[in-house]
């Protein structure tokens, strides 16, 4: 049995190979196209799928797309609903269902001989599951996936005994832990869904005195739930309004950058990277400044 399974809808694509249930091959796109996180994390990307990664795992395990017993699309378009009725402020949310409705249609294309009708859409969160349980060494294990969104819920809670998984508990939305990490990273400054890593790595540093304020907002409800949406993070911490620049630092974007400039910049981060200030070997090759 030979399955492929693809990530795509929201970010960060991937692509796996499972052959007799063994992983044989992984991979993230960024990996092979370069660009951080595989591509942009908005809805208008959602079409981008892993082709490099997928290609990348068939040839890995000589193994042609025609040969492929099934394709593991990790969303299932039929178990979403409209973001309206979730509570979820996203206008081109349909936008993004329907790309997920063609993803059999796009990966016939992207995989020259694989036949559309062996896509198969698998719940988010169970894809989550999946990519945990089974991989563990233990056969019995509690299954825990807590992420931003899926089809129509943010938390999966369930069992995973002799191969099978039993969901025991589900967060609807619009209560998700991790909406709620994007939209904090928004608020700082950050890319949401792509930069919420930095806002962890500087929470390390920081005390939780705003830990009383969180928790009127952010708590356990009972029966495997919880709340965590609607909190109005400009209110206690508003964002500072942006300064006007005046003089020689508000130069428009199109005047061509002194070669003084690039010099000194280019020669800070080269500084930067290898922390050793004395060192000068770098050379101005032939296109640089």
């Given at each position: 049995m030979r399955i492929l399974g693809i990530n795509a809808l929201f970010h960060d694509p991937a692509a796996a190979l499972l052959v007799d249930g063994r992983t044989v091959a992984a991979a993230e796109e960024e990996r092979f196209s370069r660009r951080k996180h595989g591509?942009?994390?908005?809805?208008?990307?959602?079409w981008e799928l892993p082709e490099l990664s997928a290609r990348w795992c068939l040839e890995r395990a000589g193994v042609r797309a025609e040969e492929l017993d099934a394709v593991a699309y990790s969303?299932?378009?039929?178990l979403a609903r409209p973001a309206g009725e979730m509570g979820l402020d996203d206008p081109w949310d349909p936008l993004r269902?329907?790309?997920?409705?063609?993803a059999p249609e796009f990966l016939a294309e992207a995989l020259p001989g694989l036949d559309a009708e062996r896509v198969v859409f698998v719940p988010h969160h169970v894809a989550h599951a999946a990519s945990a349980a089974p991989?563990?060494?233990?056969?019995?294990?509690?299954?825990l996936v807590l992420d931003?969104?899926?089809?129509a819920a943010s938390h999966l809670a369930g069992r995973y005994r002799e191969g099978k998984l039993d969901v025991l508990a589900a967060q609807a939305l619009p209560d998700s832990l991790g909406l709620l990490y994007e939209e904090l990273t928004e608020h700082l400054g950050f890319?949401?869904?792509s930069d919420e890593?930095?806002?962890?790595?500087?929470?390390?540093?920081g005390t939780p005195r705003f830990l009383p304020q969180l928790r009127q907002d952010v708590?356990?409800?009972?029966?495997?739930?919880?709340?965590?949406?609607?909190?109005?993070?400009?209110?206690?911490w508003p964002r500072p309004a942006p300064r006007a620049r005046t003089g020689p630092r508000s130069m428009p974007i199109w005047r061509p950058v002194p070669r003084r400039c690039w010099r000194r910049c280019c020669w800070s981060w080269c500084t930067g990277c290898t922390g050793r200030p004395g060192v000068r070997r770098w050379r101005w090759r032939a296109g640089w400044p």
């Open positions: 591509k942009r994390p908005v809805p208008f990307s959602a969303f299932d378009p039929k269902l329907e790309y997920a409705r063609r991989a563990s060494p233990h056969p019995d294990s509690a299954v931003g969104r899926g089809e890319l949401r869904s890593y930095k806002v962890m790595a500087l929470a390390s540093y708590h356990a409800t009972g029966g495997g739930g919880f709340r965590a949406h609607g909190v109005d993070w400009a209110a206690p």
